[in-house]
């Protein structure tokens, strides 16, 4: 399920420039006297008419403060309000006017949101992270997450694999030391994760761990939460802390938690390199 809401608007290139190159909207739809422009989840139309809709607020939010203030210094031209955070409706933002002089609103929230990302943005935005919030994730959080990562695929549907979420202080500092520097974001988060596979159950489980693994990462990051894939811990001292039978596979023991950093993406081989077609 997507939606659309359109607005008149009696200035179109205007609009759709104030909106692709001061708020980074890109153009989802061109039709003939409309074009519908996406940020994140958020399809606005905006439609050629004789009259301009300037009803209601446009809000546009961003997973942290800092962009919000970035949003503030890219419109230091524009006439807009402080920026403040409201003890109401637990947000930071400043409100602006578009061309047409509709209002338009910059936020974060202050407490964590329910998932929102979109499909792209979320295989895009994902981050390995290594650095977090002092903030507990909730039980409430924390069932949702476990919830969509049953969806993993695994071989014959065999389902091999398992979660076990660790917060208790002592094996965080002992799981954190295991690979020293390589490890040691672990002990930074409020909980670690192990990703495992029981072979009893399948002879593709160290595939099926690794899947269900790098699912929940991307089920993690719909929710704002942070982790990061540490390897080599399919290791006997790590097992036998969790009481792991040795013959199980710990496909990785990943933080996970609110993010306390927003590191930029790594370079990318271009699409051209990675891709070979055989027709
Ligand atoms: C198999 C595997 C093992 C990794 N091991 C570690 C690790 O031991 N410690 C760590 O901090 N990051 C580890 N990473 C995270 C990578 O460094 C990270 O994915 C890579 O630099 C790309 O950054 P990104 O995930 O933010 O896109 C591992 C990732 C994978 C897939």
């Not at 200035?11 to 708020?23: D, S």
């Not at 996406?38 to 942290?64: M, P, V, W």
């Not at 650095?131 to 049953?150: G, I, P, Q």
Request: hydrophobic letters at 35%.
């Amino acid at each position: 399920m997507a939606g659309i809401i359109f607005l008149k608007t009696r200035n179109k290139e205007k609009v759709r420039e104030f909106y692709t190159k001061k708020i980074n909207m890109t153009v989802w739809l061109e039709q003939k006297d409309c074009i519908v422009l996406k940020h994140g989840n958020l399809l606005l139309g905006f439609c050629a008419r004789d009259e301009i809709d300037t009803q209601g607020i446009i809000t546009f939010f961003y997973s942290t403060r800092e962009e919000v203030d970035n949003m503030y210094d890219k419109l230091k031209e524009r006439e807009k309000t402080e920026l403040k955070e409201n003890e109401k409706y637990q947000i930071y933002h400043f409100f602006a006017k578009d061309p047409e002089n509709r209002v338009v609103e910059f936020q974060s929230f202050l407490h964590p949101v329910n998932s929102y990302l979109t499909g792209d943005e979320l295989l895009i935005t994902r981050r390995s992270i290594r650095y977090f919030e002092d903030r507990k994730v909730s039980d409430d959080t924390l069932w949702k997450l476990f919830e969509v990562s049953r969806y993993t695929p695994t071989s014959r549907n065999s389902q091999s694999y398992y979660f076990l979420a660790v917060s208790d202080k002592k094996k965080l500092e002992f799981l954190a030391s295991v690979r020293e520097k390589s490890s040691t974001p672990i002990v930074r988060a409020p909980l670690a994760v192990a990703i495992c596979s029981n072979p009893s159950k399948s002879k593709r489980h160290i595939q099926d761990g690794c899947i269900a693994a790098y699912h929940f990462t991307l089920a993690a990051w719909n929710f704002g939460l942070g982790t990061c894939w540490i390897g080599g811990m399919d290791r006997e001292d790590v097992k036998e802390a969790l009481g792991i039978p040795q013959e199980h596979y710990v496909a990785t023991v990943t933080p996970l938690g609110y993010p306390a950093e927003q590191p930029e993406p790594g370079s990318r081989r271009e699409t051209k390199e990675i891709i070979q077609f055989i027709r």
